[in-house]
Structure formats: C-alpha cells, structure tokens
T-cell receptor, first 118, second 110 residues
Framework: GAGVSQSPSNKVTEKGKDVELRCDPISGHTALYWYRQSLGQGLEFLIYFQGNSAPDKSGLPSDRFSAERTGGSVSTLTIQRTQQEDSAVYLC????????????????FGSGTQLSVL | TQLLEQSPQFLSIQEGENLTVYCNSSSVFSSLQWYRQEPGEGPVLLVTVVTGGEVKKLKRLTFQFGDARKDSSLHITAAQPGDTGLYLCAGASNDYKLSFGAGTTVTVRA
C-alpha cells in the first residue's frame, strides 16, 4: 500500500482479555517498529524488527506483550490479559533501513490503534 | 524520566505571531528529528539534523541542532492555523530506536 496501515483503528476491550493489533508496513520496508503513546507522554519504544527478526525487544513492558512479523511484511502485536494501564495509542512505523543505526533514517508511521481497556 | 525534555508543553498563539519550541537532553545524539502529529494520525517527519550547530529551514520553520548535539529548537515565523499540532523531537543514538520527547502542543488561533 501507499502508507503504513494499522488495524483496528479503535479497540475497546475488557480487562483480562487478549488483543491483537496489526500493522501492514510500506511495501519493501525491511525495518518495522512498534511504539506506544500515552496521553502527555512521548512515544515509548516497544520493539524493532529487521525482516522477520527482532534484534531489540527491550521496550516490551512485560511478558504479556509479544510481537511477531511474518514474510518480512505484516506484524502483529499481541497483548495478553490486558490491564487498564495498557490503554494507549499503539503506533507502528516502517523504514527502508537495512539495519544500520538510525542516524538519519526516515520513519513512516501509521495512524495507530487506540486501545481502551475497561 | 524522559530522555528528551520538550518545552513548553502547551503553546497557544495568535495567527501571525512567532513561536519557539525547545528540545533538551543531557545525552548526545548522532542526529535529531522533528515530527508533527495531528489528532488521529501518526507523526510525520519534518526534518533531520545531523551536524552540531546545523540550521535547516523549511519555509517558515527553522530548525537548529545545538553545537554539542544535545539540544535542538524549532522556530516558526508568522504562524498559521495550519501549523497547529503536536510537535515531537526524537533523538537517535547508536542503536535502532529513536527516543522521543513528550511533545509540545501548538495551537494557532485565527
């Protein structure tokens, strides 16, 4: 597609339920990032993929969070047993970076998934 | 604790006025980026500055990277309602993730 696509755009769930968030990066982009944005906070890094591998998972808040990427394209972020503090906007970004540190790479962001845990 | 501190947090000005947003850190970055985010959308890259002391201009927007590569500023001249949005700075270190500030919400009143 022309841009990074995320679905769903909004998700309301009950505490304790599992959720899956999907990201379709720009075609040909090998690098993919997940960030979380809470009200009044900056973007919090969650995980970075290069191809199907995740060399940096350091930002995942707990073992309830996991992510995978298949075919070097679509990525899914899964949150198990959701808690109210998981409520936030989850943003996905992709870039054409081939793995070098992002000294000047351009990230293209999706519109995000607004997750609300009741 | 934010790695990058942005100030002010909120800024409301009249159309035609000038404004400056600041991004400060105690860390050195290899480059620094500025993004603008509108409600319901993801951030969009405005500029990347790489060299200490670098100044870049994008129409009415002027971006400066501090000599020590720890801070940056964004200056908007003759602001317009279309400049309204959340402005985010992001610093790149020698790893794969950008560190973002909390952002400055700019409102330009017509």
């Amino acid at each position: 597609g022309a841009g990074v696509s995320q679905s769903p755009s909004n998700k309301v769930t009950e505490k304790g339920k599992d959720v899956e968030l999907r990201c379709d990066p720009i075609s040909g982009h090998t690098a993919l990032y997940w960030y979380r944005q809470s009200l009044g906070q900056g973007l919090e890094f969650l995980i970075y993929f290069q191809g199907n591998s995740a060399p940096d998972k350091s930002g995942l808040p707990s073992d309830r969070f996991s992510a995978e990427r298949t075919g070097g394209s679509v990525s899914t972020l899964t949150i198990q047993r959701t808690q109210q503090e998981d409520s936030a906007v989850y943003l996905c970004a992709s870039s054409s970076s081939t793995g070098r540190p992002p000294s000047s790479e351009k990230l293209f962001f999706g519109s995000g998934t607004q997750l609300s845990v009741l | 604790t934010q790695l990058l501190e942005q100030s002010p947090q909120f800024l409301s000005i009249q159309e035609g006025e000038n404004l400056t947003v600041y991004c400060n850190s105690s860390s050195v970055f290899s480059s620094l980026q500025w993004y603008r985010q509108e409600p319901g959308e993801g951030p969009v890259l405005l500029v990347t500055v790489v060299t200490g002391g670098e100044v870049k201009k994008l129409k009415r927007l002027t971006f400066q990277f501090g000599d020590a590569r720890k801070d940056s500023s964004l200056h908007i001249t003759a602001a317009q309602p279309g400049d309204t949005g959340l402005y985010l700075c992001a610093g790149a270190s020698n790893d794969y993730k950008l560190s973002f500030g909390a952002g400055t919400t700019v409102t330009v009143r017509a």
